[in-house]
């Protein structure tokens, strides 16, 4: 039995999860679940899966939680505050901990889990955003076990020799014959929207992903290919190379997940049904296989392949998330901490969907040589750019 924790557990992810580790009670058993402030989701999973802890971020709703899990005879201990997260990630008790808080707020906790040189199935790409070389070095250091969780981060690692799965973040890929790594993307639910209309886009439309089933962030992120942006960025830290050695694909029907192309011409590709739990499912059997509630493919029922370069000016914040990868960690921290801000204020309707882009181009042109070295720096930063976002927002949006 192997313990497992998720950081995130009430989000799209952390369900995926939860619904993998239910099919295998015989090998896992959860250890710790964690949430911001979604407090009735969380009671029912701590009441399904009797984790040791529940973690909250939000005080008020951690002693509600509390409360309910007594009165319905629970032993799952409650945690409350920012700091519990980071404990139960780095508790000795953990075997495997499963990072799929969304943005920044994720840093803190991986990191933890990370220093205990635990096993860490990454779907938390701003943690590398944020701080992939200062990241990449801990997991180093501490001996910790990566594994990517993105679809396409997982394609990837699915692809790669036995040999550099082992240490996928610090080969040299050219060495095992790679000449390039093939993100794909759905190009969101915008492909084919007339360019004239995207001022009038409201979050509602924004959110609905024609493949995937997303948060709200995360969809909207899709939309304007962000998303990819920063699974460019995560990449060139997972898979130790640079910015030329990535190119990103436009693939609308979401089954190839992504590609490896080697310098003898073959291509390997990773297929498979749009959904989550088949790459959580992977990650967590890894090295070994196992059934996940995910149907195979049918594949007398495919749909036709098409593959096509995304167009500058449909996805402008892919493009100057790549730009900000070539300038380094100083611009994708700032980027990263722009786009949350900015996403956030679409949903809320305070901006329009075009000016996600603007308060983005505006942080890169900012912070496009910052450098930074340490923690530290690095959250300092995000706070900053953060602070400049609004302000940009509240002046020019």
Same mark, same amino acid.
């Given at each position: 039995?192997?313990?497992?924790? @998720?950081?995130? =557990?009430?989000?799209?992810?952390?369900?995926?999860?939860?619904?993998?580790?239910?099919?295998?009670?015989? &090998?896992?058993?959860?250890?710790?679940?964690? /949430?911001?402030?979604?407090?009735?989701?969380?009671?029912?999973?701590?009441?399904?899966?009797?984790?040791?802890? #529940?973690?909250?971020?939000?005080?008020?709703?951690?002693?509600?939680?509390?409360?309910?899990?007594?009165?319905?005879?629970?032993?799952?201990?409650?945690?409350?505050?920012?700091?519990? $997260?980071?404990?139960?990630?780095?508790?000795?008790?953990?075997?495997?901990?499963?990072?799929?808080?969304?943005?920044?707020?994720?840093?803190?906790?991986?990191?933890? #889990?990370?220093?205990?040189? &635990?096993?860490?199935? %990454?779907?938390?790409?701003?943690?590398?955003?944020?701080? +992939?070389?200062?990241?990449?070095?801990?997991?180093?250091?501490?001996?910790?076990?990566?594994?990517?969780?993105?679809?396409?981060?997982?394609?990837?690692?699915?692809?790669?020799?036995?040999?550099?799965?082992?240490?996928?973040?610090?080969?040299?890929?050219?060495?095992?014959?790679?000449?390039?790594?093939?993100?794909?993307?759905? +190009? +969101?639910?915008? $492909?084919?929207?007339?360019?004239?209309?995207?001022?009038?886009?409201?979050?509602?439309? #924004?959110?609905?992903?024609?493949?995937?089933?997303?948060?709200?962030?995360?969809?909207?992120?899709?939309?304007?290919?962000?998303?990819?942006?920063?699974?460019? @960025?995560?990449?060139?830290?997972?898979?130790?190379?640079?910015?030329?050695?990535?190119?990103?694909?436009?693939?609308?029907?979401?089954?190839?997940?992504?590609?490896?192309?080697? =310098?003898?011409?073959?291509?390997?590709?990773? %297929?498979?049904?749009?959904?989550?739990?088949?790459?959580?499912?992977? /990650? $967590?059997?890894?090295?070994?296989?196992?059934?996940?509630?995910?149907?195979?493919?049918? *594949?007398?029922?495919?749909?036709?392949?098409?593959?096509?370069?995304?167009?500058?000016?449909?996805?402008?914040?892919?493009?100057?998330?790549?730009?900000?990868?070539?300038?380094?960690?100083?611009?994708?921290?700032?980027?990263?901490? /722009?786009?949350?801000?900015?996403?956030?204020?679409?949903?809320?309707?305070?901006?329009?969907?075009?000016?996600?882009?603007?308060?983005?181009?505006?942080?890169?042109?900012?912070? /496009?040589?910052?450098?930074?070295?340490?923690?530290?720096?690095? $959250?300092? %930063?995000?706070?900053?750019?953060?602070?400049?976002?609004?302000? *940009?927002?509240?002046?020019?949006?």
């Amino acid at each position: 039995m192997r313990n497992v924790v @998720i950081l995130g =557990s009430t989000g799209s992810i952390g369900m995926s999860t939860l619904s993998v580790l239910e099919q295998h009670p015989d &090998k896992y058993q959860v250890f710790a679940l964690t /949430a911001a402030t979604q407090t009735d989701k969380l009671l029912q999973q701590c009441l399904e899966f009797k984790p040791r802890y #529940a973690a909250m971020v939000d005080v008020t709703a951690a002693q509600s939680l509390k409360v309910q899990l007594q009165q319905a005879g629970s032993k799952t201990e409650v945690l409350a505050g920012v700091e519990s $997260l980071s404990y139960v990630a780095a508790a000795s008790e953990a075997d495997i901990v499963m990072a799929a808080i969304v943005g920044a707020a994720g840093l803190l906790p991986t990191l933890a #889990a990370v220093e205990q040189g &635990k096993t860490v199935l %990454l779907a938390n790409k701003e943690a590398l955003v944020m701080s +992939g070389e200062l990241f990449i070095n801990k997991v180093q250091q501490h001996k910790a076990t990566l594994l990517p969780i993105d679809s396409e981060h997982n394609a990837i690692f699915q692809c790669l020799p036995a040999a550099m799965q082992q240490q996928s973040h610090s080969q040299a890929i050219a060495s095992y014959g790679i000449s390039k790594l093939l993100l794909t993307g759905s +190009g +969101g639910p915008f $492909l084919t929207t007339n360019l004239a209309d995207f001022d009038q886009i409201t979050p509602n439309q #924004a959110v609905a992903h024609p493949n995937w089933s997303m948060g709200a962030k995360i969809s909207v992120d899709s939309a304007t290919m962000m998303n990819k942006g920063l699974e460019f @960025i995560e990449a060139r830290w997972l898979f130790n190379c640079q910015p030329d050695d990535i190119e990103v694909v436009i693939h609308p029907q979401s089954i190839i997940h992504s590609m490896v192309q080697y =310098s003898d011409g073959s291509v390997l590709a990773q %297929l498979g049904q749009p959904d989550m739990r088949t790459p959580i499912a992977h /990650a $967590l059997a890894f090295p070994e296989r196992m059934a996940s509630p995910v149907s195979p493919l049918s *594949f007398k029922q495919m749909r036709d392949f098409t593959f096509t370069q995304p167009d500058r000016a449909r996805y402008p914040n892919l493009y100057l998330a790549i730009t900000a990868c070539q300038y380094g960690q100083g611009a994708t921290t700032a980027i990263n901490a /722009a786009n949350e801000v900015a996403v956030a204020a679409f949903l809320k309707q305070q901006i329009r969907f075009t000016d996600i882009y603007r308060v983005n181009a505006a942080s890169l042109e900012q912070f /496009a040589q910052t450098k930074v070295c340490t923690l530290d720096e690095i $959250l300092q %930063l995000d706070q900053l750019a953060r602070q400049k976002a609004e302000h *940009f927002i509240r002046k020019h949006c």
